[in-house]
């Protein structure tokens, strides 16, 4: 089992242009996670899927767009980059059933120029 | 004031020192509550769940105090290998799951 992978694992964008971050599960877990690190300010959510077909705004969603394709993948689109998006991005997914568990991706290193 | 709050560290130890962590939440909603591990530039991982009755892994010690909304992990006999950011993170019931605290970082030094 590779857990949870993401794509690309860096990538260097100028401001104004979009990309796709990629991230599948292979664990049948229901629930999918994006999240984003930066110094100093922890780990925020940007946005969830519950299960497939959900999609919730998290903390900072603003700037950022996801689509839950199916069960195994969760993707995040930054339409227009900012120099503001530089950061880490994970995902991550959850069973979310009972008492339930994170798993992580490796991350994703954004920098916007 | 934040949901999840920790220890604001750093803290630097020495090798074979107990180090104690700290973290308070503020939604006494939360179900459940756990500790990650998170390596400079490397995804969080688990470290170990938190139960009401306390639980221990080998050298790290959870504990949870419900009424006064506490969450403790204390590590013993410390190694080098354990240098990280340690979170804290709890699960509440509803809406969005997993709310994580800030981190405190762990220095051990030879």
Not at chain 1, 90 to 107: I, R, V
Not at chain 2, 26 to 44: G, I, L, M, T, V
């Amino acid at each position: 089992n590779a857990g949870v992978t993401q794509t690309p694992k860096f990538q260097v964008l100028k401001t104004g242009q979009s990309m796709t971050l990629q991230c599948a599960q292979d664990m049948n877990h229901n629930s999918m996670y994006w999240y984003r690190q930066d110094p100093g300010m922890g780990l925020r959510l940007i946005y969830y899927s519950a299960s497939e077909g959900t999609t919730d705004k998290g903390e900072v969603p603003n700037g950022y767009n996801v689509s839950r394709l199916n069960k195994r993948e969760f993707s995040l689109r930054l339409e227009s980059a900012a120099p503001s998006q530089t950061s880490v991005y994970f995902c991550a997914s959850s069973s979310g059933l009972g008492t339930d568990t994170q798993y992580f991706g490796p991350g994703t290193r954004l920098t916007v120029l | 004031r934040k949901e999840v709050e920790q220890d604001p560290g750093p803290f630097n130890v020495p090798e074979g020192a107990t180090v104690a962590f700290n973290c308070t939440y503020s939604n006494s909603a939360s179900q459940s509550f756990f500790w990650y591990r998170q390596d400079c530039r490397k995804e969080p991982k688990l470290l170990m769940s938190v139960y009401s009755s306390g639980n221990e892994d080998g050298r790290f010690t959870a504990q949870l105090n419900r009424a006064s909304q506490y969450i403790s992990l204390l590590i013993r006999d410390s190694k080098l290998s354990d240098s990280a950011t340690y979170l804290c993170v709890v699960n509440r019931v509803y809406g969005q799951n997993f709310v994580f605290g800030p981190g405190t970082r762990l220095s051990v030094l030879p």
